[in-house]
């Protein structure tokens, strides 16, 4: 049988083995001598193996295999310790005497740490081991790292029946030796023939970390989230134990293969070292005999949902990021991480990985990186001749250029390099963020800069602070708390914290470029008013919290680890913020024009600054940071889960009862989906009438911006041209500009609430038709014309609006169109509603990704195409007339929801309550 055909095996050319019997004392008896070491025992094991003395073969063998562990922990333990022990001596008598030391003999340091940590670990061994021989023959480490003992037990377990036992031994060898058939005979004999479980079996060197991250699998299987974590937690930090001990017995022996120089000596020892510790997370991720791929980061994905079914969401969250410092691409995570980010209301800098966690990357990273440049560059056998530097060549200096280049990517991720730091804060610039006061401005690292927040948002913004009273000093201050309850109360201040939130978001990004910090986060935020101050004079140092101090309280405080942010909501050309010195005087200040609506401010919070009050009345958003994780302000997040818990009680409802009362009032669909090539696509006719469409083109007429259709320029000739073409004129109203006209009069308003309840009317119809489950918002609305420049028609092949997508940025190379930055990324569906048919040209058509034409359409009065925001289309040119519509833009994100539109319906209401009391004067004024 198999069993008994490996005997002949062990005796035969299997292995080599020596036995060695000193004493009839030390081969039976087992004495307690310090020099009976693992491979005397192991020698005694084997002369009790010849004789088939069975026990005392299997006390040998066990003690052998005892001692070994032994050996290998003092050994181990006495490198790690010495090490940890140098480094607490390297901060005292060492460190400052160094410190005198020239720089470029600074090497001697590291010589220094070699010799006392040779000494200490000397010391440390013989301490423990006594007389016991310290030098151990290197075939003898080899069988036992090969578990050769394993193999002889076995048997010897099976000649007295210890089936389990014997099967586990087997097993135990097989793990290391995976190819050695007989074992693997073996194994199979026990399970077969004596019937012995697969769960009987175990690997008798299993390693803790291996045993815990086993339980934790199997509790995870039984949903025991509690379990789970224990035993993950557990099993990191075992693994980083044992990953530790592995590279601690990489710098074990070494072997020069020739004679070489003291430096390549070091050097060629320190690869063999380097390869050796690269490994170590290769043999750690062995199961069975297989390595699991990824299995370190394993542990943090198990973690991430264990703890996420607890409600733990701040751990699961910080072992989402941390699994994504290993693999950053993987989709389930990155899905995980947006839920966090939409549903929970976290950040990017909740995701920072765990310290210990970075610390192992960190460090695997850097070693692989080296041993690469080993690998590319580094010869371990090359002639002397070969080795010495041609001063002829010139090449020196470059190659030694190319080498700190290569050692420079080693330690790249650990340095925060400054121009990199400047190079990323341009991606800010691309969207209107820009300096206008740097630090040397200053006098110390602050800032002040524009394109925060756009006049719709600070109008938002104050509608909600100047719904409270101010104090009896004229101050009005809402918290985000404060403001979470105003919108329970009142949907109407929905908006608003939205816009509170979202700007401390996208400032918590900018602050964290500026001042460099990695990990950023909410401490407080707050709306702050001061009311008009006729003199410009206070008893006090203003404060851009609200608060006035006397001079003598600004003092230092704990806050070092605090910044702070002044985001501007009103327009105070009479008003400035400046900053003292630690002798209270005036060190610095802001521009003249600097506190106005989408200006910033931001410094350290333990800045002493003061304001000069306004004329007018003066606020802010003053928003606190912190790098210290622990002041991170939960109700930021509670406010969050607040706004999102709003958006699934709005869930789309109803959509085909809706449809069905489009078609009674005249709505048609003439094609959609498939008869337009797409999914997601519909033209329908009849959404308004004729009237409706002259009181809109009216409008654009009365109130419309000529150029882009966007901003106020003075000179029409200049600015009169189409941004698309030369050969068209483009003129556009947006919502917020009608509300301004409708202010002063300018247009009626009734003709805005056209504008409003039309293009309602077109959001409505493309959400129901589209049978979406969320409500649709505007994004945007722009009521645009384009009119033809006559006497520059002929011949003309331009088109009115190039074929783009509304959420994408198209690249005409390939086709593709990719949803990213700078593109609208929050739209997800557009629709046009057009006004009138009284031109030449002009078509709307959807594309293929080459550009050319897929399907095209006529516009006419109260016609509507709606369409996924991402389907490319373009408009052919206008030869002849005028053509008007409706451009919409809608998005699922109710944070990007149009606010002028919000402000609109406020306005309206405001200007027909205002009109209903006169009329009701007028009336009271009537006598009978």
Not at 121 to 142: D, Q
Request: hydrophobic residues 35%; glycine residues 6%; aromatic residues 10%.
């Amino acid at each position: 049988m198999a069993v008994e055909s490996f005997r002949s095996c062990v005796n035969g050319a299997c292995w080599t083995v020596y036995v060695l019997c000193i004493l009839s004392s030390t081969c039976f008896g087992l004495s307690d001598d310090p020099q009976m070491t693992f491979d005397k025992l192991f020698s005694a094991g084997m002369l009790a193996y010849n004789q088939e003395d069975w026990q005392t073969c299997i006390r040998s063998m066990e003690r052998a295999q005892d001692d070994f562990k032994f050996y290998k922990q003092t050994v181990l333990d006495c490198r790690i310790n010495c090490r940890k022990k140098f480094r607490t001596f390297e901060n005292g008598d060492l460190e400052s005497s160094v410190k005198q030391t020239d720089n470029s003999l600074s090497f001697l340091k590291f010589y220094d740490q070699i010799i006392f940590e040779s000494d200490c670990i000397k010391r440390c061994r013989k301490s423990i081991f006594g007389e016991r021989p310290e030098k151990v023959p290197k075939n003898v480490l080899t069988n036992f790292e090969n578990r050769l003992a394993y193999s002889y037990l076995q048997f010897c377990y099976y000649k007295i029946r210890r089936m389990v036992d014997a099967t586990s031994a087997a097993y135990t060898f097989f793990l290391k030796n995976p190819d050695h058939q007989d074992t693997i005979n073996n194994i199979q004999s026990y399970r077969r023939l004596f019937d012995v479980k697969d769960e009987e079996i175990v690997d008798m060197e299993r390693k803790q970390y291996k045993v815990y991250r086993g339980e934790g699998e199997k509790a995870y299987q039984m949903e025991d989230w509690d379990k789970v974590i224990t035993s993950f937690e557990r099993a990191l930090q075992e693994y980083y134990l044992e990953h530790e001990r592995c590279r601690a017995d990489c710098e074990g022996q070494y072997e020069h293969e020739r004679d070489p120089d003291f430096i390549h000596a070091v050097a060629d020892h320190y690869i063999s070292v380097l390869q050796c510790q690269v490994d170590c997370a290769v043999v750690l991720s062995k199961i069975y005999v297989h390595q699991q791929p990824n299995y370190f980061a394993e542990h943090f994905h198990y973690l991430q949902f264990a703890y996420y079914k607890k409600k733990d969401y701040d751990r699961a969250v910080e072992a989402a990021g941390t699994y994504l410092l290993f693999l950053p691409d993987n989709e389930d995570m990155m899905a995980n991480k947006m839920f966090y980010v939409q549903k929970l209301g976290y950040h990017e800098a909740h995701f920072t990985p765990r310290k210990e966690a970075l610390q192992y990357y960190k460090r695997q990273l850097m070693m692989e990186n080296m041993l690469d440049f080993v690998n590319m560059k580094y010869s371990t056998g090359v002639d002397e001749d070969e080795d010495e530097y041609d001063e002829d060549s010139g090449e020196g200096d470059q190659d030694d250029r190319i080498d700190e280049d290569v050692m420079g990517d080693v330690v790249n991720d650990m340095i925060n390099d400054p121009e990199g730091q400047e190079n990323y804060m341009k991606i800010f610039e691309r969207i209107g963020m820009k300096i206008l006061q740097d630090k040397e401005d200053l006098k110390g690292p602050r800032f002040v800069a524009r394109g925060f927040t756009r006049e719709g948002q600070c109008i938002e913004l104050m509608y909600m602070i100047n719904s409270i009273k101010p104090d009896q000093n004229g101050i009005r201050q809402l918290s985000v708390r404060e403001a979470l309850e105003l919108v329970k109360n009142d949907s109407d201040y929905e908006m608003a914290l939205r816009t509170m939130l979202k700007t401390s978001e996208i400032v918590r990004h900018y602050n964290g470029r500026f001042f460099n910090k990695t990990e950023f986060f909410i401490k407080d935020v707050k709306l702050a008013c001061r009311e008009p101050v006729e003199n410009g004079e206070v008893p006090c140092v203003p404060q851009e919290t609200g608060q006035c101090v006397d001079d003598t309280e600004m003092l230092e405080d704990d806050s070092h680890n605090d910044y702070m942010s002044v985001s501007y909501l009103t327009d105070n050309d009479d008003s400035e913020i400046y900053f003292l010195d630690r002798w209270r005087r005036k060190q610095s200040s802001s521009l003249p024009g600097s506190i106005k609506c989408g200006h910033l401010v931001g410094f350290e919070a333990s800045d002493r600054h003061g304001i000069i009050p306004s004329k007018t009345q003066r606020c802010a958003m003053v928003i606190t940071y912190t790098s210290d994780r622990r002041h991170d302000n939960p109700i930021i997040r509670k406010a969050k889960t607040y706004l999102l818990s709003l958006e699934d009680q709005r869930s789309a409802i109803n959509n085909s009862v809706i449809l069905q009362k489009f078609e009674k009032e005249g709505t048609v669909v003439v094609q959609a989906n498939e008869e337009l090539h797409r999914n997601e696509r519909v033209i329908a006719d009849g959404l308004i009438d004729e009237e409706a469409c002259s009181a809109l083109i009216d409008l654009a007429k009365n109130g419309g911006i000529i150029g882009d259709g966007y901003s106020e320029k003075g000179n029409y000739e200049a600015v009169a041209i189409s941004p698309h073409t030369d050969n068209e004129i483009f003129e556009g109203l947006t919502i917020r500009r009608a509300i301004k006209l409708v202010k002063t009069g300018a247009v009626s308003k009734e003709s805005v609430e056209l504008y409003l309840s039309a293009s309602e009317r077109s959001r409505l119809f493309v959400e129901k038709f589209f049978n979406l489950t969320k409500p649709l918002y505007f994004d945007f609305t722009h009521l645009v014309c384009r009119t033809a420049v006559e006497g520059v028609q002929t011949g003309r092949t331009d088109p009115s609006h190039p074929v783009h997508g509304d959420n994408c940025q198209l690249n005409l190379q390939d086709g593709t169109c990719k949803r990213s930055f700078p593109a609208f990324v929050q739209r997800d569906y557009s629709a046009v509603m057009y006004l009138n048919e009284e031109f030449e040209g002009g078509e709307f058509f959807f594309a293929h990704s080459n550009t050319s034409a897929d399907v095209t359409l006529k516009p006419k009065c109260g016609r509507i195409v709606g369409f996924n925001a991402a389907h490319l289309h373009g408009v052919n040119s206008v030869t002849k007339g005028q053509r008007c519509a409706v451009a919409m833009w809608y998005t699922l994100d109710p944070n990007y929801k149009e606010l002028a539109r919000t402000q609109a319906h406020k306005v309206l209401t405001s200007l027909s309550a205002s009109q209903e009391n006169i009329e009701g004067s007028h009336t009271a004024d009537i006598c009978p």
